[in-house]
Nanobody, 123 residues
Framework: VQLVESGGGMVQPGGSLRLSCAAS????????MSWVRQAPGKGPEWVST????????YYADSVKGRFTISRDNANKTLYLQMNSLKPEDTGLYSC?????????????????WGQGTQVTVSS
């Protein structure tokens, strides 16, 4: 199993970024997937989860209305569109595979993580 994120960078407040996570080594369409972020000196924070069966998306209150998670099962890729970025969105963003039958909202509910891509929101 391999998860490789890309698309991070530095952006001004109010800007946008689109993160990608390329998955390999497993049947991507069978698994719920999540985005998790970690700010310097803090623990992992759940950002969003997308279900494999329904495509339904769930978001942390801190990003609801600004971030959109999506997936392309044919190309085994997970996305996170981030708009109206704020300085508090700064952190290392990782994609993670949810270990069934968990919901994917807590760090111990993932069995594989990517190495992450850094997002910095600063003026």
């Amino acid at each position: 199993v391999q998860l490789v994120e890309s698309g991070g960078g530095m952006v001004q407040p109010g800007g946008s970024l689109r993160l990608s996570c390329a998955a390999s080594g497993f049947t991507f369409s069978n698994y719920d997937m999540s985005w998790v972020r970690q700010a310097p000196g803090k623990g992992p924070e759940w950002v969003s989860t997308i279900k494999s069966s329904t495509g339904r998306a769930y978001y942390a209150d801190s990003v609801k209305g600004r971030f959109t998670i999506s997936r392309d099962n044919a190309n085994k890729t997970l996305y996170l569109q981030m708009n109206s970025l704020k300085p508090e969105d700064t952190g290392l963003y990782s994609c993670a595979r949810v270990s069934p039958p968990f919901g994917g909202y807590y760090p111990d509910e993932y069995d594989y993580w990517g190495q992450g891509t850094q997002v910095t929101v600063s003026s």
